[in-house]
């Protein structure tokens, strides 16, 4: 049994701590709030060099053939960063097209994705403010031999910039996946501003959208893309969260008031211990989900649930706790500190918020 | 104990109401002088500086009477008259320790907003730790050079003059180096630069005084008195407004209903899911109990006697319930409360921000951050309830150390 | 408007803090919890001298025709004292005889409460753990004129030593309140033990049990008794969490550690001031409660649904914060901290819990 | 990163249980004698003192191995084995820092539990503050004589020996003036009296030592070197246990779905209430973050690294989780939780309280009030997690501006 990170997956965060603060500095991450894609195509093109995209696809298809643990690093290091990509979705995406998907979905989308030049995502909400099955709406109907979608997505991430997207929608009984290019007619996206700008998001009209060939199966998919959307979430609340504790606690080292530097004061270290625990404990959630998903152990989905429930609410705590130790500066638009403080609020209602992943946790504990 | 509003402030209550619903504008204020026209329009109808004594223009109106007036307006969603530093604190500063000739110059231009006013106390490097500011006055005979730099003015921008603390003798203990000025704002060693917030606009500013020039005449108080003079009149208000503070977070509430009623989770509106009334059922019992609060606060006042240290009470926890507040809010409303531009309906609620500003949910929860931070931080707060309040000992600070 | 005491209403609190700090000292309180019966007759029959049972009363029945306040002024006192005593379940009775009884009911009952010659509660749960009309099983019917009842009622305060239970049943259509006396034939009274001795709770049973000629209307007898019981309750709690405040202060100016007095610790300090918010704002709620109730104002429900919501929690945290200021002593069963803190735990889940009246609330101000 | 167990560690898994099985004693152990039979079954069996060098008795067992042992007997419920204070840290201080002699004399009859030994550090005035302890122990030549009174000692009835703190040399700095004895308790010099909680039972003991003999031969380490040791110790078994503890939360847990199951609100079970659930879901995955924390100091311990101060974060972890979970269980369980006696069944469920004791819903709830105060309040975990973990400047402290 061992807790920590190998030498190689030591080496990938090392290597992407450093590349982020190179090219993901807090200015960066500015200036793609003010662009109106909100992302940058160098940037995704040099994630790509770097192995990012196809992390955890098959070699064959130009990945590494790594795993969960592997991209919630990346995605921790992301959050960390604040920022603004599609990574997320779209790895969530192809690792769905991977595990799912027939194989000519395979070979048009995985090598695309890992080579830098598609995007994906995932439609997981509509009009209900709900993550379950039965919030649904959207139909599939055959129509020679294709599917043809009809419905509204709401909150689908990054969206505008994407190339493919995995649609549920209800086909006949069951609820399954479809996967829909943007570029296919009746298909329009209408993206919204919010409060994280780092965090596109878009309504996604279908209006008798033609999905590609193959359909991925029902439930199992919609369980997997909830089950590691939520991982990746957790992972960069995470990444925002250990990023806001350490502003905090270096500020409280050099901050001065009356005669003495405000980490000094119980008030602000207690707070400050108490950031720790809960970025500690956040981490032992994310990586325990991870790795247990990717070995299919028995509770990893359960993890899952307990990492998104858990790491929303205590990345909530630790970076508003940390606007208010830095008082004041905290408070302004110049310091970055909200950057991340808002990366972690905008994660916390997708891919599941905290109350439908504890009501998801007393179903498969308490039967 | 009695709760009942006295038969007079019951008229008094229904008269104001029946005002603002015939005067309140249609239109959302823009320039600032449509705001100094609305404040006119207020002031004549005796709405503005009404405790202030009859002899300088006011009409030494009860405070219950004016905490009616706030909570009408918050009710009635009217824009709030330009000049509130002005008429809530600084004339009144200047009342108590103000020169004949300074009521004579100032008072009269406050109340009609002629000259709006801003407070220039905190700095960057004297947040909570006021004591310890660096502007520095210099004696140059006639008049003091003031030079240094002011943080989270509001209102500067548009402001004429402002009420100064400034260290005028460095070789003191810091609290009795620092005095207290009335500066123009319009003249050339005075930049003020908009400061903007995490909420994306910008509600204050910094302002800047390089030589700037401030006449003897223009000192309040003694040399040196400026840190009890701030101390005397940072309390004023505190708790005047509470009543009215609590009417904009139930509007606030009234519209969180609404959209707990229009979107839906499992095809039920969400006002039907057990969670979600849980969490209505706490703020709505909170925002009651700030409520209760305000009144207790205020039927003090009416009585004369003034809340004192405890008046830490009531803004430790109206900003901290504030906070809470807006975070279950956006908890309910998941990513609709997030969104600021081109959502659904359910997504554009528009909300009363305690800024006053009417705005998004985002931007109410954004805000709501400053409210533990501005005007003594809760950890500050803390300290006067525990040191004041409750009598327990001093901490032991590097500052008393020292001295 | 005027939210202080009136000088009467201040003399009543100072004339109970005084008999009480007298009569029911610490000493006197461990001595009842290790009493079988719980209460002490001469306690009781004092409290009838000093006017406290009747005090909310008709004078005709030897009362003094005061109200909810001063009721509340004398529940706070008690539950700083952690008296144990079956006042709150007894004029929360009288006053619902007073209110809906039938003029024989009234005779009977009244001068004898209020002369101190009996006691009375109220049965408002039953096996489920509810306070809603719904949950009310116990069915009354009708013989020969007279109702019947048979059902089981739970956590009864006070049933073994009360001679008169109020009790709601389903009579027909509606549910109904109906006075039982505990002599007649078909009550069996089961004391339970319980974390706080000083609250006596026993399950009632009523096998065709007789109830005493007339009725207390449906409905509205049964809110006017969760009404004022929660406000009664909240009152009680509000007074132990008081004391604990008071004990936590004084312990914290002259408890040394670290070569000074461990209030002038922020930790200390600013837990201490925190526990005086919450006790200052469960002072607000309570009296704003008794007030509006007893002058039918129009919040006065909903007043007093927010009281019980709010000072449930917030007695809780003040209690327990009162410990943790303590220490190692605090959690010593010599200390008398305790005696409070199970005080107000013991309060919390009667007259309706947190959750139950913050859907009350709802239910209210949400239509 | 893996999460799996070695074959071998799960080979002994596996092993441990179908022993506990076989031989976990079916009845409760009531006299000390049967606990001492339970002990020695175990000690036989290599089930106590594993972690100790195999030249003590013991086997130098991995840290996986002891958890995998504790989390079983949990698992279980079987009763501790006896001595646990002896075994867990005084065995292994007399390892450390004991004479050949003191090894010799002690640690057998420490594994064996035919001596049973308790902890005497805590005084009245020395809770937080340690090293304020006042307890003398004076030389007399050929031995020490020590006055004094310590609290908080749990098993000191049952306790032949002791580990003691006492101060040797009054006028040195308050750290460096205490030494580290071995105390005989069965001498007339010894009062132990039992010390009953809030719970109603007694777990600990005050011990009054009047005149106390100590020999020369058991100071532990040299004279003033007791501060030293004590900080060495304090630290053996924390994080040891913890996947013991959350399996003891998990065994409650399941005793609170019952609970919901059985109970009823609007006629149906408690567990189909959606904020009984909300409830049930925040708990349980607090408590998988503790277990999933807990296997991560595990796994550092099993590679020899210890957690050092960062162990101050479990502790503070897990006892202010304990405390808001049975918060939350007597949330759920209303009125029923609180019953200790003569309620319906539901109102007497038996869960085991992480004080090892197999009790009701109020004794874990009231047990839990302890965590957070004992070997460390949450208060000083954050002090030390600040600190020495965070790297924040020093508080000042009037101990330390004195000095």
Redesign the interface.
């Known amino acids: 049994?061992?807790?920590?990170?190998?030498p190689d997956?030591q080496l990938l965060k090392n290597s992407a701590r450093a590349f982020l603060d190179e090219h993901a500095k807090a200015a960066h991450v500015r200036a793609l709030w003010d662009d109106p894609r909100g992302e940058s195509e160098t940037l995704w093109k040099e994630m790509a060099q770097l192995g990012w995209l196809g992390l955890a696809l098959p070699e064959e298809a130009g990945g590494s053939a790594l795993g969960l643990?592997e991209t919630a690093i990346l995605q921790e290091e992301l959050g960390r960063a604040a920022c603004p990509s599609a990574y997320l979705p779209t790895v969530l995406a192809a690792m769905a097209v991977d595990r799912f998907g027939s194989a000519a979905q395979k070979n048009r989308w995985l090598p695309a994705i890992a080579g830098g030049s598609a995007r994906a995502t995932v439609a997981l909400?509509e009009?209900?403010?709900?993550w379950?099955l039965?919030?649904v709406q959207t139909r599939a109907e055959e129509r020679g031999g294709k599917a043809v979608l009809t419905g509204v997505k709401?909150?689908v991430p990054w969206a505008h910039v994407a190339d493919l997207i995995l649609v549920p929608a209800v086909a006949g009984a069951t609820v399954a996946v479809f996967a829909v290019e943007t570029s296919a007619p009746g298909v329009s996206v209408?993206?919204?501003?919010?409060?994280?700008p780092g965090v596109r998001?878009s309504?996604v009209t279908l209006d008798g959208a033609v999905a590609t060939e193959g359909r991925l199966p029902s439930g199992g998919a919609l369980d997997f893309l909830l089950q590691r959307g939520a991982v990746g979430a957790s992972a960069e609340m995470l990444g925002a969260a250990r990023r806001c504790l350490d502003m905090a606690?270096d500020y409280?080292?050099v901050r001065?008031?009356?005669?003495?530097?405000i980490?000094?004061?119980?008030?602000?270290?207690?707070k400050?211990?108490?950031m720790?625990?809960e970025v500690?404990?956040s981490f032992?959630?994310v990586?325990?989900a991870a790795?247990?998903l990717e070995?299919g152990?028995e509770d990893g989905p359960?993890?899952a649930?307990?990492a998104k429930?858990?790491v929303s609410d205590a990345s909530?705590k630790v970076c508003?706790d940390a606007?208010?130790v830095h008082?004041?500066?905290?408070?302004?638009?110049?310091y970055d500190?909200?950057l991340y403080?808002?990366r972690a609020?905008?994660l916390?209602?997708?891919y599941g918020?905290a109350?439908y992943?504890?009501?998801?946790?007393?179903r498969r504990?308490?039967r | 104990m009695d709760l009942n509003l006295s038969p007079e402030d019951r008229a008094f209550r229904d008269q104001t109401r029946r005002w603002l619903e015939a005067n309140v504008p249609r239109t959302e204020l823009k320039t600032l002088e449509e705001r100094r026209a609305w404040h006119r329009t207020m002031f004549e109808a005796g709405y503005v500086g009404m405790a202030w004594p009859k002899e300088y223009g006011g009409q030494g109106a009860t405070p219950m009477k004016v905490a009616i007036v706030a909570d009408e307006m918050a009710r009635a969603n009217a824009p709030a008259p330009i000049n509130g530093l002005g008429i809530g604190f600084i004339g009144p500063t200047i009342i108590i320790h103000g020169t004949a000739a300074q009521k004579e110059r100032y008072l009269k231009k406050i109340l009609s907003a002629e000259e709006i006013w801003c407070q220039l106390y905190?700095e960057?490097?004297s947040?909570?730790?006021l004591a310890?500011l660096r502007t520095r006055a210099e004696d140059k005979g006639e008049h003091f050079l003031v030079n240094g730099q002011k943080?989270?003015t509001s209102g500067g921008h548009i402001s004429d003059w402002g009420i100064l603390l400034a260290r005028t003798d460095p070789n003191v203990a810091k609290h009795r180096g620092i005095s207290c000025f009335l500066l123009n704002m319009r003249q050339p060693g005075v930049e003020v630069r908009p400061?903007?917030?995490?909420t994306?606009s910008a509600e204050f500013n910094e302002v800047f005084m390089t030589n700037a020039r401030v006449e003897k005449s223009d000192l309040i108080g003694r040399l040196g008195q400026g840190w009890e003079i701030a101390q005397t009149t940072l309390g004023f208000e505190r708790g005047g407004n509470s009543i009215a503070r609590v009417t904009r977070y139930a509007s606030a509430f009234e519209r969180l209903v609404d959209a707990a009623k229009k979107?839906?989770?499992?095809?039920k509106p969400?006002l039907e899911d057990p969670?979600v009334r849980a969490k209505l059922g706490r703020v709505y019992a909170e925002m009651e109990v700030q409520r209760y609060a305000a009144l207790r606060v205020l039927s003090m006042l009416q009585k004369g006697d003034s809340p004192g240290a405890a008046s830490s009470i009531t803004k430790l926890s109206y900003s901290e319930f504030e906070?809470r507040y807006y975070?279950l809010c956006?908890?309910i409303?998941?990513?609709?409360?997030?969104?600021?531009?081109?959502?659904?309906e359910e997504?554009t609620l528009d909300v009363d921000s305690s800024s006053g500003v009417r705005s998004s949910w985002?931007y109410a929860?954004?805000w709501a951050?400053?409210g533990?931070?501005?005007s003594g931080?809760?950890?500050i707060q803390?300290n006067v309830i525990g040191e004041r309040v409750l009598g327990l000992p001093k901490e032991i600070?590097?500052?008393r150390v020292?001295s």
């Open positions: 049994m061992d807790f920590s990170f190998s997956q643990v909400m009009r209900e403010l709900d379950d039965r919030s709401q909150f209408t993206p919204l501003t919010s409060m994280d998001l309504t606690v409280a080292k001065e008031q009356f005669g003495q530097p980490g000094s004061f119980q008030a602000i270290r207690h400050c211990a108490e720790l625990l500690e404990n032992s959630a990586y325990y790795w247990s070995n152990a359960l993890a649930s307990v429930a858990y909530r508003g606007i208010q008082g004041g500066i905290g408070f302004t638009w110049e500190l909200h403080f808002k609020k905008a916390e209602p997708l918020d109350d992943h504890r009501e998801l946790i007393v504990v308490a | 905190s960057p490097n947040g909570s730790d310890s943080i989270w400061l903007k917030q995490i994306g979107l839906k989770r499992g095809g969400l969670l906070k975070e956006l908890e409303l998941g990513p609709y409360g997030q969104v600021t531009d081109g959502g659904l997504s985002a929860f954004l951050r400053a533990t931070i501005y931080s809760s950890e803390k600070r590097a500052d020292k």
